[in-house]
Protein backbone atom coordinates (compact mmCIF):
# COMPACT_ATOMS: atom_id res chain seq x y z
CA UNK A 1 0.00 0.00 0.00
CA UNK A 2 2.43 2.59 0.81
CA UNK A 3 4.94 1.54 -2.05
CA UNK A 4 2.48 2.06 -4.19
CA UNK A 5 1.35 5.37 -2.97
CA UNK A 6 4.58 6.07 -3.10
CA UNK A 7 5.01 5.29 -6.82
CA UNK A 8 2.40 7.75 -7.44
CA UNK A 9 3.63 10.50 -5.51
CA UNK A 10 6.97 9.59 -7.47
CA UNK A 11 4.70 9.37 -11.09
CA UNK A 12 2.95 12.89 -10.60
CA UNK A 13 6.12 14.78 -9.65
CA UNK A 14 8.39 13.18 -12.66
CA UNK A 15 5.32 14.52 -14.96
CA UNK A 16 5.11 17.66 -13.42
CA UNK A 17 8.96 18.18 -13.93
CA UNK A 18 8.78 17.00 -17.69
CA UNK A 19 6.77 19.48 -18.69
CA UNK A 20 8.33 22.65 -16.75
CA UNK A 21 11.09 25.24 -17.91
CA UNK A 22 11.86 26.36 -15.07
CA UNK A 23 12.98 24.51 -11.25
CA UNK A 24 13.26 25.63 -7.96
CA UNK A 25 16.37 24.85 -6.31
CA UNK A 26 14.71 22.15 -4.08
CA UNK A 27 13.23 20.76 -6.87
CA UNK A 28 16.85 19.95 -8.83
CA UNK A 29 17.82 18.33 -5.38
CA UNK A 30 14.30 16.23 -5.44
CA UNK A 31 15.05 14.90 -8.83
CA UNK A 32 18.73 14.37 -8.34
CA UNK A 33 18.22 12.41 -5.02
CA UNK A 34 15.53 10.76 -7.35
CA UNK A 35 18.07 10.07 -9.86
CA UNK A 36 20.60 8.80 -7.05
CA UNK A 37 18.16 6.66 -5.64
CA UNK A 38 16.89 4.44 -8.82
CA UNK A 39 20.71 4.28 -9.93
CA UNK A 40 21.41 2.76 -6.14
CA UNK A 41 18.36 0.50 -6.46
CA UNK A 42 19.60 -0.42 -10.24
CA UNK A 43 22.76 -1.57 -8.62
CA UNK A 44 21.95 -3.16 -5.37
CA UNK A 45 18.76 -4.44 -6.61
CA UNK A 46 18.42 -7.85 -4.40
CA UNK A 47 21.35 -7.09 -2.28
CA UNK A 48 22.32 -4.28 0.93
CA UNK A 49 23.77 -1.01 -0.05
CA UNK A 50 27.81 -0.98 -0.49
CA UNK A 51 27.67 -4.70 -0.84
CA UNK A 52 30.11 -6.16 -3.54
CA UNK A 53 28.14 -7.94 -6.24
CA UNK A 54 28.54 -11.65 -6.22
CA UNK A 55 27.41 -13.18 -9.40
CA UNK A 56 29.49 -16.48 -8.24
CA UNK A 57 27.32 -16.75 -5.25
CA UNK A 58 24.10 -17.14 -7.05
CA UNK A 59 23.19 -20.70 -6.21
CA UNK A 60 23.59 -20.03 -1.98
CA UNK A 61 22.18 -16.61 -2.08
CA UNK A 62 19.05 -15.46 -0.34
CA UNK A 63 17.63 -12.86 -2.28
CA UNK A 64 17.04 -9.48 -0.66
CA UNK A 65 15.37 -6.05 -1.13
CA UNK A 66 17.00 -3.79 -3.02
CA UNK A 67 19.72 -0.91 -0.72
CA UNK A 68 18.33 -3.58 2.48
CA UNK A 69 19.48 -6.86 1.47
CA UNK A 70 18.28 -9.34 4.20
CA UNK A 71 17.71 -6.94 7.29
CA UNK A 72 13.77 -6.67 6.91
CA UNK A 73 13.47 -10.39 6.61
CA UNK A 74 15.50 -10.59 9.40
CA UNK A 75 13.96 -7.81 11.47
CA UNK A 76 9.90 -8.94 10.59
CA UNK A 77 10.05 -12.66 11.07
CA UNK A 78 8.25 -13.16 14.19
CA UNK A 79 9.61 -16.38 15.03
CA UNK A 80 12.68 -17.39 17.25
CA UNK A 81 16.18 -16.23 15.45
CA UNK A 82 16.92 -19.81 15.87
CA UNK A 83 14.61 -21.83 14.71
CA UNK A 84 14.99 -19.11 11.66
CA UNK A 85 18.32 -20.44 11.11
CA UNK A 86 17.80 -24.25 12.03
CA UNK A 87 14.60 -24.15 9.12
CA UNK A 88 17.38 -21.81 6.18
CA UNK A 89 19.81 -24.38 6.62
CA UNK A 90 17.33 -27.39 6.12
CA UNK A 91 15.98 -25.49 3.14
CA UNK A 92 19.25 -24.53 1.83
CA UNK A 93 22.26 -26.94 3.01
CA UNK A 94 25.63 -26.25 4.47
CA UNK A 95 26.39 -22.80 3.24
CA UNK A 96 24.44 -19.71 1.97
CA UNK A 97 24.69 -15.63 2.48
CA UNK A 98 22.70 -13.20 3.26
CA UNK A 99 23.88 -9.15 2.70
CA UNK A 100 22.53 -6.30 5.43
CA UNK A 101 23.18 -2.66 5.18
CA UNK A 102 26.45 -1.52 7.17
CA UNK A 103 27.21 -4.83 8.43
CA UNK A 104 28.01 -6.37 4.91
CA UNK A 105 27.50 -9.82 3.38
CA UNK A 106 27.33 -12.91 6.21
CA UNK A 107 27.91 -16.61 5.06
CA UNK A 108 26.04 -19.14 7.17
CA UNK A 109 27.39 -22.39 7.41
CA UNK A 110 26.75 -25.75 8.94
CA UNK A 111 29.33 -28.24 8.69
CA UNK A 112 32.24 -29.27 11.17
CA UNK A 113 33.98 -28.78 8.01
CA UNK A 114 33.52 -25.21 8.00
CA UNK A 115 33.99 -25.09 12.07
CA UNK A 116 37.16 -26.75 11.89
CA UNK A 117 38.49 -23.85 9.21
CA UNK A 118 37.70 -21.16 10.87
CA UNK A 119 38.10 -22.17 13.92
CA UNK A 120 41.06 -24.14 13.92
CA UNK A 121 43.00 -24.34 10.41
CA UNK A 122 42.76 -20.48 9.38
CA UNK A 123 42.06 -19.27 13.20
CA UNK A 124 44.12 -15.86 12.57
CA UNK A 125 42.03 -14.76 9.54
CA UNK A 126 38.44 -15.30 11.47
CA UNK A 127 38.36 -13.40 14.40
CA UNK A 128 35.70 -11.57 16.24
CA UNK A 129 36.68 -7.92 15.17
CA UNK A 130 34.17 -5.06 15.37
CA UNK A 131 30.73 -8.00 15.04
CA UNK A 132 31.41 -8.45 18.86
CA UNK A 133 33.68 -5.89 19.66
CA UNK A 134 31.76 -2.75 18.94
CA UNK A 135 28.64 -4.12 19.98
CA UNK A 136 29.34 -4.73 22.88
CA UNK A 137 31.78 -2.98 24.67
CA UNK A 138 29.54 -0.78 26.82
CA UNK A 139 28.68 -4.37 28.45
CA UNK A 140 31.94 -6.75 28.19
CA UNK A 141 34.23 -3.87 28.19
CA UNK A 142 37.67 -5.00 27.02
CA UNK A 143 37.62 -8.42 28.38
CA UNK A 144 38.44 -11.81 26.76
CA UNK A 145 35.29 -12.28 25.18
CA UNK A 146 35.43 -9.50 22.66
CA UNK A 147 39.29 -9.01 22.51
CA UNK A 148 41.27 -10.31 19.58
CA UNK A 149 45.04 -11.57 18.43
CA UNK A 150 47.57 -10.23 21.18
CA UNK A 151 45.33 -8.75 23.26
CA UNK A 152 43.33 -12.57 23.69
CA UNK A 153 46.59 -14.05 24.04
CA UNK A 154 47.22 -12.18 27.26
CA UNK A 155 43.90 -13.23 28.69
CA UNK A 156 43.96 -16.12 27.22
CA UNK A 157 47.47 -17.25 29.09
CA UNK A 158 46.25 -15.31 32.26
CA UNK A 159 42.54 -16.61 32.65
CA UNK A 160 44.28 -20.20 31.84
CA UNK A 161 46.45 -20.05 35.00
CA UNK A 162 42.97 -20.10 37.14
CA UNK A 163 42.20 -23.84 35.78
CA UNK A 164 43.95 -26.43 37.50
CA UNK A 165 43.31 -29.86 38.72
CA UNK A 166 43.68 -28.91 42.29
CA UNK A 167 41.18 -25.92 41.74
CA UNK A 168 38.61 -28.83 40.69
CA UNK A 169 39.43 -31.38 43.42
CA UNK A 170 39.08 -28.73 45.76
CA UNK A 171 35.19 -27.53 44.12
CA UNK A 172 33.86 -30.62 43.72
CA UNK A 173 33.98 -31.79 47.69
CA UNK A 174 33.68 -28.05 48.72
CA UNK A 175 31.92 -25.25 46.82
CA UNK A 176 29.57 -27.44 44.06
CA UNK A 177 28.80 -29.76 47.44
CA UNK A 178 28.08 -26.42 48.95
CA UNK A 179 25.76 -24.73 46.86
CA UNK A 180 23.79 -28.22 45.60
CA UNK A 181 23.19 -28.36 49.52
CA UNK A 182 21.76 -25.06 49.43
CA UNK A 183 19.48 -25.57 46.95
CA UNK A 184 18.14 -28.93 48.65
CA UNK A 185 17.01 -26.83 51.18
CA UNK A 186 15.27 -24.54 49.16
CA UNK A 187 13.24 -28.00 47.85
CA UNK A 188 12.99 -28.52 51.16
CA UNK A 189 11.46 -25.37 52.32
CA UNK A 190 9.01 -25.86 49.42
CA UNK A 191 7.53 -29.09 49.84
CA UNK A 192 7.21 -28.46 53.39
CA UNK A 193 4.55 -25.33 52.21
CA UNK A 194 2.57 -28.06 50.96
CA UNK A 195 4.47 -28.96 48.17
CA UNK A 196 4.74 -25.84 46.62
CA UNK A 197 6.34 -26.08 42.52
CA UNK A 198 9.50 -24.23 42.41
CA UNK A 199 11.27 -22.56 39.31
CA UNK A 200 14.18 -24.71 38.27
CA UNK A 201 15.89 -22.41 35.72
CA UNK A 202 15.74 -19.01 38.43
CA UNK A 203 17.55 -21.40 41.08
CA UNK A 204 20.28 -22.71 38.80
CA UNK A 205 21.13 -19.26 38.17
CA UNK A 206 21.05 -18.57 41.94
CA UNK A 207 23.18 -21.35 42.65
CA UNK A 208 25.54 -20.80 39.61
CA UNK A 209 26.01 -17.11 40.37
CA UNK A 210 26.70 -17.46 43.92
CA UNK A 211 29.09 -20.51 43.64
CA UNK A 212 30.78 -18.04 40.86
CA UNK A 213 31.01 -15.61 43.11
CA UNK A 214 32.31 -17.13 45.82
CA UNK A 215 35.05 -18.96 43.93
CA UNK A 216 36.37 -16.36 41.90
CA UNK A 217 36.42 -12.73 43.98
CA UNK A 218 34.89 -13.93 46.87
CA UNK A 219 31.74 -12.13 46.69
CA UNK A 220 29.05 -13.71 48.96
CA UNK A 221 26.02 -13.07 46.82
CA UNK A 222 24.15 -15.49 48.57
CA UNK A 223 21.27 -15.12 46.08
CA UNK A 224 20.01 -18.85 46.54
CA UNK A 225 19.20 -18.20 50.25
CA UNK A 226 18.07 -14.68 49.60
CA UNK A 227 14.56 -14.54 49.08
CA UNK A 228 12.34 -12.00 46.37
CA UNK A 229 14.11 -10.52 43.36
CA UNK A 230 17.72 -10.60 42.95
CA UNK A 231 19.05 -7.35 41.48
CA UNK A 232 22.64 -8.81 40.15
CA UNK A 233 21.01 -11.52 38.31
CA UNK A 234 18.32 -9.65 37.28
CA UNK A 235 20.25 -7.06 35.80
CA UNK A 236 22.55 -9.46 34.21
CA UNK A 237 19.80 -11.32 32.20
CA UNK A 238 18.63 -8.11 30.39
CA UNK A 239 21.93 -7.50 29.39
CA UNK A 240 22.48 -10.63 27.84
CA UNK A 241 19.44 -10.62 26.42
CA UNK A 242 19.80 -7.16 24.99
CA UNK A 243 23.56 -8.12 23.66
CA UNK A 244 21.83 -10.57 21.01
CA UNK A 245 19.51 -8.33 19.59
CA UNK A 246 22.77 -5.96 19.57
CA UNK A 247 24.26 -8.79 16.80
CA UNK A 248 21.23 -9.59 14.77
CA UNK A 249 20.18 -5.61 14.52
CA UNK A 250 22.78 -3.37 12.68
CA UNK A 251 20.71 -0.35 13.90
CA UNK A 252 20.34 -1.35 17.10
CA UNK A 253 21.66 2.14 18.61
CA UNK A 254 18.53 3.54 16.73
CA UNK A 255 16.48 1.06 18.21
CA UNK A 256 17.18 1.78 21.42
CA UNK A 257 16.97 5.20 21.14
CA UNK A 258 13.26 4.70 19.58
CA UNK A 259 12.31 2.08 22.72
CA UNK A 260 11.31 4.35 25.25
CA UNK A 261 13.22 3.72 28.46
CA UNK A 262 15.55 1.44 26.79
CA UNK A 263 18.52 3.35 27.05
CA UNK A 264 18.07 4.10 30.56
CA UNK A 265 17.57 0.68 31.32
CA UNK A 266 20.40 -0.37 29.91
CA UNK A 267 22.31 1.89 31.52
CA UNK A 268 21.06 1.62 35.13
CA UNK A 269 22.05 -2.50 34.56
CA UNK A 270 25.55 -1.58 33.61
CA UNK A 271 25.81 0.38 36.85
CA UNK A 272 24.27 -2.59 38.81
CA UNK A 273 27.62 -4.28 37.49
CA UNK A 274 29.63 -1.08 38.40
CA UNK A 275 28.38 -0.99 41.81
CA UNK A 276 28.76 -4.84 42.97
CA UNK A 277 32.20 -5.76 41.83
CA UNK A 278 33.34 -1.90 42.10
CA UNK A 279 33.19 -2.37 45.80
CA UNK A 280 35.37 -5.49 45.95
CA UNK A 281 37.73 -4.32 42.81
CA UNK A 282 39.58 -1.34 42.47
CA UNK A 283 39.70 -0.86 38.52
CA UNK A 284 37.76 -1.18 35.66
CA UNK A 285 40.15 -3.77 33.97
CA UNK A 286 39.25 -5.99 36.97
CA UNK A 287 35.63 -5.03 35.74
CA UNK A 288 35.81 -6.46 32.63
CA UNK A 289 37.09 -9.39 33.26
CA UNK A 290 34.47 -9.83 36.43
CA UNK A 291 31.58 -9.85 33.82
CA UNK A 292 33.20 -11.89 31.08
CA UNK A 293 33.94 -14.61 33.63
CA UNK A 294 30.50 -13.90 35.15
CA UNK A 295 28.73 -14.36 31.37
CA UNK A 296 30.65 -17.54 30.97
CA UNK A 297 30.21 -19.27 34.26
CA UNK A 298 26.65 -18.23 35.32
CA UNK A 299 24.42 -18.26 33.26
CA UNK A 300 25.90 -21.19 30.87
CA UNK A 301 26.22 -23.99 33.22
CA UNK A 302 22.94 -22.65 35.05
CA UNK A 303 21.12 -22.96 31.91
CA UNK A 304 22.44 -26.86 30.55
CA UNK A 305 21.27 -27.50 34.21
CA UNK A 306 17.81 -26.71 33.57
CA UNK A 307 17.82 -28.23 29.73
CA UNK A 308 18.90 -31.33 31.45
CA UNK A 309 16.46 -31.51 33.99
CA UNK A 310 13.65 -30.91 31.66
CA UNK A 311 15.39 -33.68 29.36
CA UNK A 312 15.04 -36.21 32.42
CA UNK A 313 12.11 -35.20 33.53
CA UNK A 314 10.34 -35.75 29.98
CA UNK A 315 12.30 -38.90 29.29
CA UNK A 316 11.72 -41.51 32.16
CA UNK A 317 13.25 -44.43 30.56
CA UNK A 318 17.24 -42.04 30.35
CA UNK A 319 16.29 -40.74 34.36
CA UNK A 320 15.83 -44.20 35.39
CA UNK A 321 19.09 -45.31 34.12
CA UNK A 322 21.13 -42.20 35.71
CA UNK A 323 19.41 -43.24 38.75
CA UNK A 324 20.58 -46.40 38.45
CA UNK A 325 23.89 -45.64 37.70
CA UNK A 326 24.30 -43.46 40.73
CA UNK A 327 23.05 -45.91 42.82
CA UNK A 328 25.48 -48.52 41.57
CA UNK A 329 28.11 -46.00 41.52
CA UNK A 330 28.16 -43.60 44.73
CA UNK A 331 26.36 -46.45 46.70
CA UNK A 332 23.94 -43.20 48.58
CA UNK A 333 27.95 -41.18 49.33
CA UNK A 334 27.44 -37.54 48.99
CA UNK A 335 31.18 -37.13 48.62
CA UNK A 336 31.88 -36.15 44.76
CA UNK A 337 35.29 -36.43 44.10
CA UNK A 338 37.00 -34.79 41.12
CA UNK A 339 37.69 -38.29 39.37
CA UNK A 340 34.08 -39.97 39.97
CA UNK A 341 32.92 -37.22 38.14
CA UNK A 342 34.83 -37.23 35.02
CA UNK A 343 35.79 -40.80 34.88
CA UNK A 344 33.34 -43.02 36.75
CA UNK A 345 29.76 -41.81 35.88
CA UNK A 346 29.81 -42.58 31.87
CA UNK A 347 26.00 -42.35 31.67
CA UNK A 348 25.52 -38.86 33.43
CA UNK A 349 28.76 -37.68 31.96
CA UNK A 350 26.73 -38.29 28.62
CA UNK A 351 23.67 -36.62 29.88
CA UNK A 352 25.13 -33.38 30.30
CA UNK A 353 26.73 -33.69 26.64
CA UNK A 354 23.41 -34.64 25.16
CA UNK A 355 21.98 -31.62 26.75
CA UNK A 356 24.85 -29.52 25.24
CA UNK A 357 24.18 -31.27 21.91
CA UNK A 358 20.83 -30.06 21.92
CA UNK A 359 20.65 -27.34 24.02
CA UNK A 360 24.27 -25.13 23.55
CA UNK A 361 24.60 -22.49 25.78
CA UNK A 362 26.04 -20.07 22.95
CA UNK A 363 23.76 -21.27 20.15
CA UNK A 364 25.50 -19.15 17.19
CA UNK A 365 28.15 -17.03 16.73
CA UNK A 366 30.25 -15.24 13.87
CA UNK A 367 33.22 -14.12 12.94
CA UNK A 368 35.02 -11.46 10.62
CA UNK A 369 37.64 -12.35 8.24
CA UNK A 370 40.90 -10.55 8.21
CA UNK A 371 42.15 -11.11 4.49
CA UNK A 372 40.61 -12.36 1.48
CA UNK A 373 40.08 -16.12 1.62
CA UNK A 374 38.82 -19.38 0.20
CA UNK A 375 36.42 -21.53 2.67
CA UNK A 376 36.81 -25.87 2.31
CA UNK A 377 34.27 -25.71 -0.78
CA UNK A 378 35.98 -23.21 -2.39
CA UNK A 379 33.42 -20.19 -2.06
CA UNK A 380 35.85 -16.99 -1.69
CA UNK A 381 35.13 -14.67 0.85
CA UNK A 382 36.52 -11.24 1.03
CA UNK A 383 37.91 -8.94 4.09
CA UNK A 384 35.40 -7.78 6.02
CA UNK A 385 33.13 -10.44 5.16
CA UNK A 386 31.19 -12.05 7.94
CA UNK A 387 31.33 -16.56 8.47
CA UNK A 388 28.46 -17.16 11.10
CA UNK A 389 27.52 -20.67 12.48
CA UNK A 390 24.83 -22.24 14.89
CA UNK A 391 26.00 -25.00 17.36
CA UNK A 392 22.27 -25.06 17.94
CA UNK A 393 21.31 -26.02 14.17
CA UNK A 394 24.48 -28.05 13.70
CA UNK A 395 23.12 -30.28 17.12
CA UNK A 396 20.05 -30.20 14.81
CA UNK A 397 21.45 -31.65 11.63
CA UNK A 398 20.99 -34.90 10.42
CA UNK A 399 24.03 -34.88 7.84
CA UNK A 400 26.10 -34.58 10.84
CA UNK A 401 24.26 -36.79 13.34
CA UNK A 402 22.08 -38.80 12.13
CA UNK A 403 18.53 -39.55 11.13
CA UNK A 404 17.77 -39.23 15.07
CA UNK A 405 19.54 -36.07 15.17
CA UNK A 406 16.92 -34.29 17.11
CA UNK A 407 16.36 -36.86 19.80
CA UNK A 408 17.77 -36.73 22.96
CA UNK A 409 19.77 -39.90 23.03
CA UNK A 410 22.91 -40.04 25.94
CA UNK A 411 23.96 -43.38 24.54
CA UNK A 412 24.92 -42.19 21.38
CA UNK A 413 28.02 -40.92 23.42
CA UNK A 414 28.86 -44.57 25.07
CA UNK A 415 30.97 -46.90 23.77
CA UNK A 416 31.68 -50.45 25.49
CA UNK A 417 34.93 -51.00 26.92
CA UNK A 418 35.70 -53.82 24.22
CA UNK A 419 35.26 -51.10 21.24
CA UNK A 420 37.07 -48.83 23.04
CA UNK A 421 40.42 -51.52 23.25
CA UNK A 422 39.86 -52.09 19.46
CA UNK A 423 39.42 -48.36 18.74
CA UNK A 424 42.24 -46.94 21.11
CA UNK A 425 39.77 -43.74 21.71
CA UNK A 426 41.05 -40.92 24.44
CA UNK A 427 38.34 -39.63 26.65
CA UNK A 428 37.75 -35.94 27.05
CA UNK A 429 38.78 -35.73 30.29
CA UNK A 430 41.67 -34.58 31.25
CA UNK A 431 42.09 -36.17 34.60
CA UNK A 432 45.15 -38.44 35.92
CA UNK A 433 44.13 -42.17 35.25
CA UNK A 434 42.51 -43.00 39.09
CA UNK A 435 43.18 -45.38 41.06
CA UNK A 436 40.90 -49.03 39.97
CA UNK A 437 37.44 -47.83 41.18
CA UNK A 438 36.14 -49.30 44.65
CA UNK A 439 32.89 -48.71 44.29
CA UNK A 440 30.62 -50.21 41.78
CA UNK A 441 31.15 -49.82 37.96
CA UNK A 442 28.98 -48.62 35.86
CA UNK A 443 27.03 -50.32 33.62
CA UNK A 444 26.65 -48.17 31.19
CA UNK A 445 30.31 -48.46 29.18
CA UNK A 446 32.37 -45.52 28.59
CA UNK A 447 32.28 -41.46 27.79
CA UNK A 448 33.60 -40.66 24.48
CA UNK A 449 34.01 -37.40 23.53
CA UNK A 450 33.25 -36.14 19.89
CA UNK A 451 35.17 -34.01 17.58
CA UNK A 452 35.79 -30.95 18.82
CA UNK A 453 34.25 -29.30 15.33
CA UNK A 454 31.17 -31.42 15.20
CA UNK A 455 30.30 -30.87 18.83
CA UNK A 456 31.03 -26.73 19.06
CA UNK A 457 29.10 -26.28 21.92
CA UNK A 458 32.49 -25.69 23.99
CA UNK A 459 33.84 -23.94 21.09
CA UNK A 460 37.39 -25.64 19.43
CA UNK A 461 40.53 -25.14 20.18
CA UNK A 462 42.87 -22.83 20.67
CA UNK A 463 39.69 -20.88 21.85
CA UNK A 464 38.16 -23.84 23.40
CA UNK A 465 36.09 -22.81 26.34
CA UNK A 466 38.18 -22.59 28.93
CA UNK A 467 35.46 -23.73 31.64
CA UNK A 468 35.17 -26.98 29.59
CA UNK A 469 35.80 -28.89 32.93
CA UNK A 470 34.96 -26.82 35.60
CA UNK A 471 31.08 -26.54 34.27
CA UNK A 472 30.96 -30.23 33.73
CA UNK A 473 32.04 -30.75 37.36
CA UNK A 474 29.54 -28.11 38.58
CA UNK A 475 26.58 -29.74 35.93
CA UNK A 476 27.67 -33.21 37.59
CA UNK A 477 28.28 -32.44 40.99
CA UNK A 478 24.70 -30.52 40.99
CA UNK A 479 22.99 -33.28 39.43
CA UNK A 480 24.22 -36.43 41.30
CA UNK A 481 22.89 -34.45 44.89
CA UNK A 482 19.65 -33.25 43.21
CA UNK A 483 18.80 -36.69 42.01
CA UNK A 484 20.20 -38.72 44.52
CA UNK A 485 18.46 -36.91 47.52
CA UNK A 486 14.88 -36.07 45.46
CA UNK A 487 12.29 -36.60 42.93
CA UNK A 488 11.49 -33.95 40.41
CA UNK A 489 8.22 -34.40 38.28
CA UNK A 490 7.08 -31.37 35.84
CA UNK A 491 3.98 -29.40 36.80
CA UNK A 492 1.18 -30.53 34.36
CA UNK A 493 0.18 -28.28 31.53
CA UNK A 494 3.11 -26.86 30.70
CA UNK A 495 4.29 -25.86 27.21
CA UNK A 496 7.01 -27.53 25.98
CA UNK A 497 10.14 -25.13 26.63
CA UNK A 498 11.41 -23.05 24.26
CA UNK A 499 14.31 -20.90 23.63
CA UNK A 500 14.10 -17.66 25.04
CA UNK A 501 16.52 -15.34 22.22
CA UNK A 502 19.60 -14.03 23.91
CA UNK A 503 23.34 -14.44 23.55
CA UNK A 504 22.60 -17.52 26.01
CA UNK A 505 19.95 -20.38 25.44
CA UNK A 506 17.55 -19.83 28.40
CA UNK A 507 14.34 -21.39 28.50
CA UNK A 508 11.57 -18.63 27.72
CA UNK A 509 9.11 -19.67 30.59
CA UNK A 510 9.84 -20.88 33.94
CA UNK A 511 10.25 -24.36 34.26
CA UNK A 512 7.82 -24.99 37.01
CA UNK A 513 8.80 -28.51 39.07
CA UNK A 514 7.64 -30.25 42.29
CA UNK A 515 11.07 -31.78 44.15
CA UNK A 516 10.16 -33.97 46.93
CA UNK A 517 12.13 -35.90 49.43
CA UNK A 518 13.23 -39.42 48.15
CA UNK A 519 12.75 -41.88 51.22
CA UNK A 520 15.65 -42.94 52.59
CA UNK A 521 18.06 -45.66 51.63
CA UNK A 522 19.40 -48.04 54.10
CA UNK A 523 23.10 -47.74 52.72
CA UNK A 524 23.13 -43.91 53.01
CA UNK A 525 26.43 -42.58 54.25
CA UNK A 526 25.68 -40.78 57.48
CA UNK A 527 29.39 -39.36 57.68
CA UNK A 528 28.90 -37.16 54.87
CA UNK A 529 25.38 -36.16 55.76
CA UNK A 530 26.73 -34.40 59.25
CA UNK A 531 29.55 -32.80 57.22
CA UNK A 532 27.44 -30.85 54.85
CA UNK A 533 24.56 -30.21 57.76
CA UNK A 534 27.11 -28.47 59.42
CA UNK A 535 27.93 -26.77 56.77
CA UNK A 536 24.72 -25.22 55.62
CA UNK A 537 23.61 -24.68 59.39
CA UNK A 538 26.95 -22.07 59.72
CA UNK A 539 26.78 -20.92 56.20
CA UNK A 540 23.19 -19.64 55.88
CA UNK A 541 22.61 -18.84 59.38
CA UNK A 542 18.66 -19.85 58.95
CA UNK A 543 17.60 -22.27 61.86
CA UNK A 544 14.09 -22.67 59.89
CA UNK A 545 16.17 -24.05 56.73
CA UNK A 546 18.65 -25.92 58.51
CA UNK A 547 16.40 -27.59 60.51
CA UNK A 548 15.10 -29.37 57.42
CA UNK A 549 18.13 -30.97 57.00
CA UNK A 550 18.67 -31.94 60.17
CA UNK A 551 15.48 -34.27 60.09
CA UNK A 552 16.74 -36.14 57.36
C1 LIG B 1 28.00 -25.48 29.97
C2 LIG B 1 28.73 -24.44 30.21
C3 LIG B 1 29.55 -23.70 29.20
C4 LIG B 1 29.45 -23.65 27.84
C5 LIG B 1 28.46 -24.36 26.95
C6 LIG B 1 30.49 -22.75 27.37
C7 LIG B 1 30.72 -22.46 26.04
C8 LIG B 1 31.69 -21.59 25.60
C9 LIG B 1 31.87 -21.18 24.23
C10 LIG B 1 31.02 -21.63 23.05
C11 LIG B 1 32.91 -20.33 24.18
C12 LIG B 1 33.44 -19.59 22.96
C13 LIG B 1 32.78 -18.25 22.87
C14 LIG B 1 33.37 -17.43 21.77
O1 LIG B 1 34.56 -17.16 21.78
O2 LIG B 1 32.64 -17.03 20.88
C15 LIG B 1 33.41 -20.19 25.53
C16 LIG B 1 34.47 -19.41 25.87
C17 LIG B 1 34.90 -19.26 27.16
N1 LIG B 1 34.39 -19.86 28.28
FE1 LIG B 1 32.87 -21.15 28.36
N2 LIG B 1 31.19 -22.28 28.43
C18 LIG B 1 30.65 -22.82 29.57
C19 LIG B 1 31.04 -22.60 30.87
C20 LIG B 1 32.12 -21.82 31.23
C21 LIG B 1 32.54 -21.61 32.58
C22 LIG B 1 31.89 -22.21 33.80
C23 LIG B 1 33.62 -20.77 32.52
C24 LIG B 1 34.47 -20.25 33.62
C25 LIG B 1 34.56 -20.76 34.79
C26 LIG B 1 33.86 -20.48 31.13
C27 LIG B 1 34.87 -19.69 30.67
C28 LIG B 1 35.09 -19.38 29.36
C29 LIG B 1 36.11 -18.46 28.91
C30 LIG B 1 37.09 -17.72 29.78
C31 LIG B 1 36.00 -18.39 27.52
C32 LIG B 1 36.83 -17.55 26.56
C33 LIG B 1 37.87 -18.39 25.92
C34 LIG B 1 38.64 -17.63 24.84
O3 LIG B 1 38.09 -16.76 24.20
O4 LIG B 1 39.81 -17.96 24.68
N3 LIG B 1 32.94 -21.14 30.38
N4 LIG B 1 32.65 -20.98 26.36
Known amino acids: MAILLLAIGVKRFLERQMTKK ?4 LEYVALTSLALLVAAIAKYPNRAI ?4 RPDLKEISVDGYPLFGNLIQALTNKENPLIVLNKAFQKRGDIYTITVPYRGRFFLVNHPMYIEYILKTNFNNYIKGTVFGDQLRDILGNGIFV ?4 AWRFHRKTASNIFTTKMYRQLCEGAFTDSAQDLCSIFDKAESLGNQPVDLQQLFLRLTMDAFGKLTFGIEFNSLMTEGRNEFGDAFDYLTANMDGRVVNPLWPIFDRLTPGKIRKVKKAIAVLDKEDGSVLSDLELRDVFVNFMIAGRDTTALTLTWQFYSLMANPRILKNVLKELDIVLQGSNIYTYETMMQELPYLKAVFHETLRLYPQVPRNAKEVVEDDVLPNGTVVYKGDLVGFSTYAMGRNRAVWGEDAEVFCPERWLVDEEDIAKQDVTTSSNATPSTPPLKGVSPFGK ?20 GQTFATLEAMVTSCM ?9 VPGQPVPEPKPSATLPMLNPLMTIATRKQLHHHHHHKSLTKTTTTTTTRSGDSSLSSSYISV
Open 147 to 150: SDQD
Open 482 to 490: LLQKFDFKL
Open 22 to 25: HRSP
Open 447 to 466: FKMENQFKFNSFNANPRLCL
Open 50 to 53: FTRA
